[in-house]
């Protein structure tokens, strides 16, 4: 079959399963376009309106399915633009593939109209990219970028294509790609190492887990239960390990790093084997590594050899598919319950439950509406089952400290990159990619104003998701730490917002606001009730600040209850 | 730990922009490559890259695995200075009256072991293979009576003990 190889990169993503793209069109890639246009009964294009809300919301789609993402732009700012959220999906391990358009092979390097070197400045922060400049070359590197993105450790892989090689035409014809030579993307699993861990674990007095979003990536949180249920292990997260154990589970002790539970923060100087499965050690969860679990033998479970030994030794590292190496480890754990260690997170649950959560959930002396009080009011209207898709800020870590969640991939938020401005089009995506699941996005005023034009995509999409937007009138986050550590000194973290009812209401999105606290329960749970999107917007305390802490460059030991 | 010189070698599919993403791993960290040496290796499409730099070895650890992350490389690995045999190979040219006028340069020429690869009318070109101070030796020695031009070449290595790459590239050929 003769086609163009705009067409080519049509059939080429349909080949691979793809139904909705986002993106933006632009000179150099309208040949695409062109053939999206013939094609949009078989591949739907979400029309975003910035390209940044279309790598953020590819991503929420990505995380809300474990399906590919995939994002199209035109060259110059159309690719660069896209930047932003293919280093969110790099330093998150989200599967992406991302198609820019480029100028004409002649033009290249020649300076030409919205020519940039994107391959040069996507370099860092993709897993793989490529430039075509043969339409023949179409099919082959397209089924390479899918396979690179979804396989092993996923990522985010971006190939530009010249305008040339997107009117010439070709023999057509696609076959997936199976293998690369020098990739190897899942370790072979070492059963002597696997041993050795089971024999490390069944020794110890005081072992903890500590689980990433490897769990959920490695779709192996079944096992992860099992394993937990039958070591008696008490079990902590990071940040984007959430979800992957239903908060509830008994074992569940909760949130390690920065903005952590009290209990596992600090045990983690204190437990004698240390398992962390699927998570990279990130210095939010580690704090200062010179005293990160001394006292600890820590046992890694990972896909990445990159990641053993990078932050933290490791006694033993198993490297592998965690899904794989949990079911070999399993029968060779002994079955024990670990109450008295598990009571000591008990009692320090209880000490932090005095001190912060329940001033939290219920505010005293007359305080404003608190984020986690209007969190608590979402688990309560959502039961749990709701994808909650958090932005960069306080709210971020009241939406993760204190959401609910009954079901894996719930919790999706910006981790390593922190980048405000992801929620409101990740929430977009999320929602198109499980339309049958409640998504509510919960956005901080500042980076609601950083991709708020993504409500006109809400609005021509008619897609029904849930914005809750915290108003504490500042960029809270930064706020609490001048006041902690700049002496109240808020420079440039006072906003003076507008009207975000008016705003959303000028998308025809439904909307309200709530400022007293005896609304805000019939405000939820109108929300939640509403079979179309709903913006809320919630006036919070204006100087709340996100407790317990562990001080940057501080050690996990050293974590503040105030 | 104490920084020391390493010498890393990359096997890696011989495809463009390979060399933007192992020196990103680099600029990342603020190490500085002390010298670059980038060619064919022994199987066809693999390149090899061979790069010295000064750091510890905790670095690089860690840099091996970033580099060895990466989609087109097949292999990487680090050797200090006595695991490897390695020189550099330099030209240098000399204005051709020299070699007439001064007798002694006839002499350097001999007892450095390094070869005359061309002699015109107005300059003859030395070629000189070795380690570093082999060649700085030399070029002290010519310093005196006028270089009219220098160039040194990456270091090239091999490593003393046998390298499993070369099994595993044997099955790609």
Same mark, same amino acid.
């Given at each position: 079959m003769r086609i163009s190889g705009a067409e080519a990169v049509i059939r080429c993503l349909l080949e691979e399963g793809v139904d909705l793209v986002y993106g933006y069109p632009g000179g150099a890639i309208m040949p695409v376009y062109d053939e999206l246009y013939k094609f949009q009964d078989q591949l739907h294009h979400v029309l975003v309106r910035h390209e940044q809300g279309a790598t953020h919301a590819a991503q929420g789609y990505a995380r809300a399915t474990g399906k590919v993402g995939v994002a199209i732009a035109t060259s110059g700012p159309g690719a660069t633009n896209l930047v932003t959220g293919i280093a969110d999906a790099q330093i998150d391990s989200t599967p992406l593939v991302c198609i820019t358009g480029q100028v004409g092979r002649h033009l290249l390097g020649s300076d030409a109209f919205q020519e940039t070197d994107i391959i040069g400045i996507s370099t860092p922060v993709t897993k793989w990219n490529f430039q075509i400049t043969e339409a023949s070359q179409i099919p082959e590197i397209i089924a390479k970028a899918f396979y690179i993105a979804r396989s092993g450790r996923p990522g985010p892989v971006l190939i530009d294509i010249t305008k040339n090689a997107q009117f010439d035409e070709f023999d057509f014809s696609y076959e997936k790609c199976t293998g690369i030579r020098s990739y190897v993307p899942v370790p072979k699993l070492n059963l002597d190492k696997v041993a050795e861990a089971a024999a490390l674990i069944n020794s110890a007095k005081k072992p903890f887990i500590v689980f990433g979003q490897g769990i959920i990536l490695g779709q192996a949180e079944e096992q992860l239960k099992a394993f937990i249920e039958k070591s008696g292990v008490p079990a902590g997260w990071t940040i984007l390990g959430l979800s992957a154990l239903p908060t509830d589970h008994p074992l569940n002790v909760g949130m390690l790093g920065m903005h952590g539970n009290y209990g596992p923060n600090l045990l983690t100087n204190e437990c004698d084997v240390l398992i962390a499965l699927g998570m990279r050690f990130d210095d939010r969860v580690t704090g200062k590594l010179s005293t990160y679990a001394k006292q600890a033998k820590v046992i890694h479970f990972e896909?990445?050899? =990159?990641?053993?030994? %990078? $932050?933290v030794k490791t006694e033993v590292a198993v490297l592998g598919d965690v899904k794989e190496a949990l079911n070999a480890i399993l029968p060779l754990i002994d079955a024990k319950s670990h109450d008295l260690w598990h009571n000591e997170f008990k009692e320090l649950y209880k000490i932090e439950v005095e001190t912060v959560i329940n001033e939290e959930l219920n505010p005293t002396n007359g305080k404003g509406i608190s984020m986690g009080e209007t969190l608590e009011m979402i688990n309560k209207h959502s039961k749990g089952d709701a994808i909650i898709v958090s932005d960069v800020g306080q709210h971020q870590m009241f939406a993760c400290r204190y959401a609910k969640f009954n079901s894996t991939k719930s919790n999706i938020t910006s981790g390593g990159l922190g980048t405000m401005g992801f929620a409101l089009p990740a929430a977009i995506g999320a929602k198109m990619g499980k339309p049958e699941r409640e998504v509510v996005a919960i956005i901080g005023d500042g980076g609601f104003q950083m991709t708020i034009q993504e409500l006109g995509t809400i609005f021509q999409t008619q897609v029904p998701v849930k914005i809750v937007v915290l108003n504490n009138e500042f960029l809270g986050m930064v706020r609490q730490w001048q006041e902690l550590?700049?002496? $109240?000194?808020? =420079?440039?973290? %006072?906003m003076i917002n507008p009207n975000f009812v008016a705003i959303a209401e000028g998308y025809h999105i439904k909307s309200k606001k709530v400022t007293q606290r005896e609304d805000l329960d019939a405000a939820v749970a109108e929300m939640m009730a509403s079979k179309d999107s709903y913006f809320l917007e919630v006036m919070v305390e204006k100087e709340n600040n996100v407790f317990p802490m562990i001080p940057t460059g501080a050690c996990v030991s050293e974590i503040r209850l105030s | 730990m104490e920084d020391k010189t390493f010498t890393i070698s990359v096997y890696s599919e011989n495809n463009v922009g390979l060399l933007n993403r192992i020196s990103g791993i680099f600029l990342k960290r603020h190490i500085n490559i002390l010298s670059l040496n980038v060619s064919e290796s022994e199987i066809e499409n693999v390149s090899r890259f061979i790069i010295v730099v000064n750091t510890t070895e905790k670095w690089v650890q860690n840099i091996v695995g970033q580099i060895e992350k990466q989609i087109e490389v097949i292999k990487a690995f680090y050797h200090t200075d006595e695991e490897t045999i390695y020189l550099e190979n330099a030209l240098f040219k000399i204005a051709s009256s020299l070699l007439f006028d001064e007798k002694q340069i006839q002499n350097i020429i001999k007892d450095s072991q390094s070869t005359i690869v061309t002699v015109s009318r107005d300059f003859f070109v030395i070629s000189k293979s070795g380690r570093r101070s082999e060649i700085e030796e030399l070029y002290e020695k010519f310093k005196p009576y006028g270089i009219m031009q220098f160039v040194r070449s990456g270091r090239i290595s091999v490593s003393k003990e046998k390298m499993e790459i070369s099994t595993l590239l044997e099955t790609f050929k």
């Open positions: 896909i990445d050899p =990159a990641e053993v030994d %990078k $932050n550590f700049f002496d $109240n000194r808020y =420079a440039s973290t %006072k | -």
